[in-house]
């Protein structure tokens, strides 16, 4: 199973700062990882998959970078609706094995 | 953009069977596009894939629960479910169903808590 690690688990940012978020994967996952933004009491939401392109209605503020094993999600000013926690998730070695990192939560500083 | 809703008990009792389905609108269940799935989030913590299938039927499953998962699909209804048996406390967690492309989840239902306990 590949293991998909987050970091930092909590990141504490104020409005209108430029965020990073890491994820790395035990092995490499070529460019087939996506990030979800999940807000409390909701379903996640897709951001970015393929590394680096953005879903459908989400704001240039928001982008991903990286292959192999190391990327990086940067939101480069964020609003006060951008908190909350973001996850990685690989689909490279499917079937069957679809992993998901364990979270960063975006806290205001 | 498709709309998702699983249904089903949210309290199950340990060793008892869970079952959950989802009943999907806004599009046909048999489209070639999609696989639909299975995602639960204990409380507090992340995100564990439990499966997928294909309108086809085909299935794949997480390999650390598969011996006690079962998805399945019923077009007729565009609906699929989820049945995971011997359930303990373990199992408690929000489950979402979702549609997927290559497994890149782009549609979620809203969640179904499902607590187990006797």
């Known amino acids: 199973e590949i293991v998909m690690t987050q970091s930092p688990a909590t990141l504490s940012v104020s409005p209108g700062e430029r965020a990073t978020l890491s994820c790395r994967a035990s092995?490499?996952?070529?460019?087939?990882l996506a990030w979800y933004q999940q807000k409390p009491g909701q379903a996640p939401r897709l951001l970015i998959y393929?590394?680096?392109t953005r879903a459908t209605g989400i704001p240039a503020r928001f982008s991903g970078s990286g292959s192999g094993t190391e990327f990086t999600l940067t939101i480069s000013s964020l609003q006060s609706e951008d908190f909350a926690v973001y996850y990685c998730q690989q689909y490279n070695n499917w079937p069957p094995g679809v992993t998901f990192g364990g979270g960063t939560k975006v806290e205001i500083k | 953009q498709l709309q998702l809703q699983e249904s089903g008990p949210g309290l199950v009792k340990p060793s008892e069977t869970l079952s959950l389905t989802c009943t999907v609108s806004g599009g046909s269940i048999s489209s070639s596009s999609y696989y639909w799935g299975w995602i639960r989030q204990p409380p507090g913590k992340g995100l564990e894939w439990i499966g997928s299938i294909y309108y086809s039927g085909s299935t794949y499953y997480n390999p650390s629960l598969k011996s006690r998962v079962t998805i399945s699909v019923d077009t007729s209804k565009n609906q699929f479910s989820l049945k995971l048996s011997s359930v303990t406390a373990a199992d408690t967690a929000v489950y979402y169903c979702?549609?997927?492309?290559?497994?890149?989840?782009?549609?979620w239902g809203q969640g179904t808590l499902v607590t187990v306990s006797s």
């Open positions: 979702a549609s997927t492309i290559t497994m890149i989840v782009v549609d």
């Open positions: 393929g590394a680096s």
């Open positions: 092995q490499s996952v070529s460019s087939n």
